[in-house]
Structures are given as structure tokens and as C-alpha cells.
């Protein structure tokens, strides 16, 4: 399992304030947790410093309440449609004292990782009705024994308590980019926290009431509210937010200007976006439409066909807004504007595919135009690279965040929603979660300055944190956490050597040589040189050529006794190649090698 890292020993005892950066504080019994269950503990298996896999636990006198289950989809190039999440071994030998998981929101890294996670545990899921729905669809894909009736229990969206014994769970809604979005208030005799899950202050969002102000208020200015654990994503970002009718706008002036057909690409999960593209469309004289998926995901998918029925079926969309794309294809390009995936260049989307000319009953066209309303994520930049220039390639005019404005709306808080945020909320301990090291910091500082926290916990995946009303936290426990790669049916640890291999392979390449030798030793012929991930962009076969130029010199180099030791015939592949590599590609790529023997 990946480890978390190692981290300096800290004294027992060390004072934090609001003054002073606090110290994390550790306890002096490593099973402290277990001994002492007046208090309640927090920690994170997935979803600190980084963003994806979230899947976050509170302890109560012996007793786990999970919030969240998410996923992360890896490189394609370590695998299509592999996909990590949280190592949950540390959880499994507790399952008998696990009361359930409760769920803030149905995005991916959020709730993907269920259908994996759940049968290990077989616990009740508390949601509201549009992650139910995606979560019952995705398990009719699954082999196991799950009756959404009875697994899943739906509770308001509008707001609702859950009796989870030791626990109690107040729900009320948040607006984010995903319909009825929850924060939850967990309740013990210990005390209260506020936990946000993602969120933002979206005021006008065209298919929800706004954020519950006055139960985040109310929550908020309790004294007995021991800590706040708040989504970090975006808080660095200075800028007010852009509203979803912003981007109705922009969507309307750009549709009412293109020559040909419209393509906008953005997050499938997001009814309010799907909404403000129709409205657009209509505005500008045109039909709206979603092209969806002709090509099926390995992994158990839902994907825009069945986000539009939800819509429709829980009254966001109305049942002539948003028609497939089978039911306009014959209109006029002018009067098409279609909705598809693949704003993240993911390998199955219907952009990626439309660009590589895998899509037979659609082309793309020069005259079409293709707006990206969607941010980037981390990780994705050179799949969405690959997306530009292809389309640029072909001649089509696209949109992108980067040079037309209000074209997306993020579903997380910048730095002037979480101003109003810790107006309102006033927490003893901040303890940022969801974002990146930097951003988690931003947000507890602001806590602290703003809210007026006297702590903060940066933490690590894997630390406990244990809580109590007017104490310091500590951290109680460290246990070793990690991720696991669901490849296909087959669960693969981050450690495992082939993991690592292929994930090494995807980030840097591999050059395959077949060398066609003498049993002494000496070259019969001209090396056969392939690779993954390097030659892509070698158009001319220079590359190719040189490389086997370089390994036969190499060889015709070695002494009749060097030759007879197939390490030395390997080691003089790798010099020679790396020659090339370098030379073409940079110091930095340093591909995986194979070389296999002919003998002749």
C-alpha cells in the first residue's frame, strides 16, 4: 500500500493559538483512541492533500460513521478505464461496528468508488434522491447482491436527521455544481461538527434555492462547535464567482454567432449547466441535444443520456429542453447545438472520440465551433491539450476557459465565498480537507484569522485526530493508509510491481528492442526497435533509425568476451538508446526497456 509519508517526531505537548501557526500534537498512547471514547475522532483515508478519493471517518465510543466514497480515474495509459480508490483494510476488521455511509453529493470522487467499497461492508447508504438514483444504475451493473430499496435509504434533499447510533446526522442543502448537495452537522455527546462536503455560494443557480444561510448561521455561531472539516479546492482563487446565468450568456452570444453547429463540452453531472445550454440554444434560434456515448466504458458508467432523464424525472429539466442527437441530425448545422462529454480529454468521451474519427454516424466539420465550459482538472492537461490541437488541426473554431470569460462556473468556493463563509461559521478547530497542501493551509489560516479557530489540523490521510469541547486536538492514532487500482475485474495495490511498471511506462515511455544475435554474441541483422510513448511524435522514423544506428555500433563495440554475457548486450541497448532519447527528448524521459534475444 502506498505509505503515508514520514513525518518529524513533534513534542506531546505543544500550544496553538490563533497567534501562531499550531503545531499538530500527538498523543503518548499510539491506541489512544481506542482507550478513551469520550471523544470523537476524525481521520481521512483518502481525500487530504490532494483532490478525488474522498472517504472520511468519525469514531464515536466504538463505533464508525463513514462519510463519502470516491474515486480517482488514473492515466489512460496505465490503463483505459482503470480507476483508484481508498485502501480499506484498516476499516474491514471494524466493518461489524460500522453504522453506515452517509454521502454529500453525487460526484465521482465522491460516491464512485461504492460499488467497490460497499460489498466489503454491506451498510446502509443515506443520500438523497440523485445520488441514489446514480448509485442504483451503477450497481445494475454489478454482480452482487443490492436492492436500492433497501441498500440505499433516500433521505430530503431539502434538509433531514439521521438517527445513526452513537451518531446523529443533520443534513441541510449547499449549492455546488451537482443538484442537492449536503452539509451535515454530526452530532455525538462529545460534541458537533461541521462537515461540508463541496460547496460553494452560488445565489442564482437556475435549478435549486441557494445555500441554507440560515442553518449555516445557526450551526455556525454555536460555541459547542468543536471543529469544521470544509472542501479546500478553490480557496486560493481571488476572483468572485461567475454565476450560471453568467454562463448562459456567453453560451447564448457565442451560439448566435457560429456558422455551423455548436459543440459544448462539460461535466455530465451538471443539471444546472445541461439547463443553462438549452436555454441558450433556444435563445439563439437553435435545438438543443446531447450526443451520447456509442462506445461502451469498461467501467460500470452512467453517463448523459441517463443524467438527462434524471433531470427531467426530478423536475430540473423539462421534457422538451434537451432532445438526443438522433432526433435533430437532420436539421441544419445553423439551428444544432449539441451537449457531449469529454472536456477532460477522458479516452471514452464523445469529443475524444469525434476527434480521432471513431464516431461513424457524426464528423466533425470545419465549420462547427467547440466550447470547453469546464475547468481542467489536475492531472488531465495533456489529454486536454491533445483535444485543442487536434481541433485546430481540423480548422474548428473552439472556446475555451482561458480566452472567453463566464464560459464556466465552478461548484467550489474562491476566497470571497469562504469570507462570508467564516463570517458566519466560528469552528474551536479548522481542519481543511479536499485540496491541495497549499490550499488546505489557505483555508485554515482563514479560519483561524477570519472564524476565529483557535486551531488548525493539517493532516495527513491515515492521522486521527482525536476532538473535544475547549481542547487542543491531537492527533491519536496513525494508521497506514493507501489506494488500490481496480484494473478492469482485478484489485491492484499502488505497490504492486506491475502497477508500477505500467505507471512508469505511461509517464515515461518504453523502447522494446528484439536483437537478432549468434550464440557468441554477435548482431545477425538490424535491431527491431518499437516503444509506447515515444515514437508517437517521431513522424520521419529519424528517432527509430538512430536508435538502432547507436545499438549496433554499441554492440560491434564490445569484446568477444563482453559479448557472452547477455547483461553486458543489454546494458549497451539502454547506453545507446538513452543517447537518442536524450538527445531528441530531453534529460528528463527516461523510458522502461525489454530486450529480447533471437538467436541465429
Known amino acids: 500500500m502506498v505509505k503515508v509519508r514520514e513525518k518529524k517526531t513533534l513534542p506531546d505537548t505543544v500550544e496553538s493559538g490563533a497567534q501562531n501557526m499550531p503545531a499538530k500534537i500527538r498523543g503518548t498512547n499510539k491506541h489512544e483512541s481506542d482507550k478513551n471514547d469520550e471523544k470523537l475522532y476524525f481521520m481521512a483515508l483518502g481525500g487530504l492533500e490532494h483532490v478525488g478519493q474522498n472517504m472520511y471517518v468519525y469514531k464515536y465510543k466504538g463505533k464508525y460513521l463513514v462519510v463519502d466514497c470516491g474515486m480517482g480515474f488514473l492515466e489512460e495509459e496505465i490503463g483505459a478505464g482503470d480507476v483508484q480508490y481508498c485502501d480499506t483494510t484498516w476499516l474491514e476488521k471494524r466493518k461489524k461496528d460500522v453504522v453506515g455511509f452517509v454521502i454529500t453529493h453525487g460526484h465521482e470522487d465522491h460516491i464512485g468508488a461504492l460499488k467497490y467499497v460497499w460489498p466489503k461492508f454491506r451498510k446502509p447508504i443515506y443520500c438523497t434522491r440523485f445520488p441514489g438514483e446514480i448509485l442504483a444504475q451503477t450497481f445494475r451493473g454489478v454482480e452482487i447482491d443490492f436492492t436500492p430499496g433497501k441498500d440505499i435509504v433516500i433521505f430530503d434533499h431539502h434538509g433531514a436527521t439521521l438517527k445513526l447510533d452513537p451518531f446523529e446526522v443533520e443534513t441541510f442543502h449547499v449549492s455546488h455544481s451537482v443538484p442537492e448537495a449536503q452539509m451535515l452537522i454530526i452530532k455525538t455527546p462529545a460534541g458537533k461538527v461541521l462537515h461540508t462536503g463541496d460547496w460553494t455560494f452560488n445565489d442564482d443557480n437556475p435549478i435549486e434555492e441557494p445555500t441554507d444561510y440560515a442553518r449555516l448561521r445557526e450551526i455556525g455561531s454555536d460555541p459547542k462547535l468543536l471543529a469544521c472539516m470544509s472542501d479546500s479546492t478553490s480557496v486560493s482563487r481571488q476572483e ?115 476527434c480521432r474519427g471513431h464516431v461513424k454516424e457524426m464528423k466533425l466539420q470545419p465549420t462547427d465551433t467547440v466550447l470547453f465550459s469546464a475547468i481542467i482538472i489536475p492531472g488531465r492537461e495533456q489529454d486536454v491539450s491533445y483535444l485543442y490541437n487536434k481541433l485546430a488541426r481540423l480548422g474548428i473554431k473552439t472556446h475555451t476557459i482561458f480566452d472567453t470569460d463566464h464560459l464556466h462556473a465552478s461548484g467550489h468556493a474562491g476566497r470571497p465565498e469562504f469570507e462570508r463563509f467564516y463570517d458566519m461559521v466560528h469552528p474551536q478547530v479548522s481542519v481543511p480537507m479536499h485540496g491541495d497542501y497549499i490550499n488546505e493551509m489557505l483555508n485554515g489560516k482563514m479560519a483561524m484569522e477570519r472564524g476565529g479557530a483557535k486551531h488548525m489540523m493539517v493532516v495527513h490521510n491515515g492521522e486521527m485526530i482525536a476532538l473535544a469541547d475547549g481542547e487542543a486536538p491531537y492527533i491519536a492514532e496513525t494508521i497506514e493508509t493507501g489506494f488500490v487500482v481496480m484494473e478492469g475485474e482485478t484489485e491492484r495495490s499502488t505497490d504492486d510491481p506491475v502497477y508500477k511498471t505500467r505507471k512508469k511506462i505511461a509517464t515515461n515511455g518504453a523502447i522494446f528492442v528484439t536483437l537478432p544475435v549468434d550464440k557468441r554474441g554477435f548482431l545477425k541483422g538490424t535491431p527491431e526497435v518499437s516503444s509506447a510513448g515515444i515514437f508517437e511524435t517521431d513522424d520521419t522514423g529519424f528517432m527509430k533509425r538512430q536508435i538502432q544506428i547507436e545499438i549496433t555500433k554499441a554492440i560491434d563495440g564490445l569484446t568477444k568476451t563482453e559479448r557472452k554475457d547477455r547483461g553486458n548486450l543489454i546494458r549497451a541497448v539502454q547506453v545507446a538508446a538513452n543517447k537518442v532519447v536524450r538527445a531528441s527528448l530531453g534529460a528528463d524521459k527516461k523510458p522502461q526497456y525489454s530486450v529480447h534475444f533471437v538467436q541465429k
Open 240 to 354: 468572485a464567482q461567475t454565476t450560471e446565468i453568467q454562463v448562459r450568456e456567453t453560451l447564448t452570444e457565442i451560439m448566435k454567432n457560429a456558422p455551423g453547429r455548436v459543440l459544448v463540452t462539460g461535466y455530465s453531472r451538471s443539471i444546472a449547466r445541461m439547463k443553462m445550454f438549452a436555454e441558450a440554444a433556444r435563445a439563439a434560434g437553435r435545438v438543443a441535444a446531447i450526443k451520447e456515448r456509442s462506445n461502451p466504458n469498461p467501467v460500470p458508467y452512467v453517463g448523459l443520456p441517463e443524467f438527462r432523464e434524471m433531470g427531467m424525472e426530478f423536475g430540473y429539466l423539462g421534457r422538451d429542453e434537451v432532445y438526443l442527437y438522433n432526433d435533430i441530425k437532420d436539421l441544419p448545422a445553423e439551428k444544432q447545438a449539441i451537449f457531449l462529454t469529454g472536456s477532460q480529454g477522458e479516452q471514452y468521451a464523445m469529443l475524444t472520440r469525434l
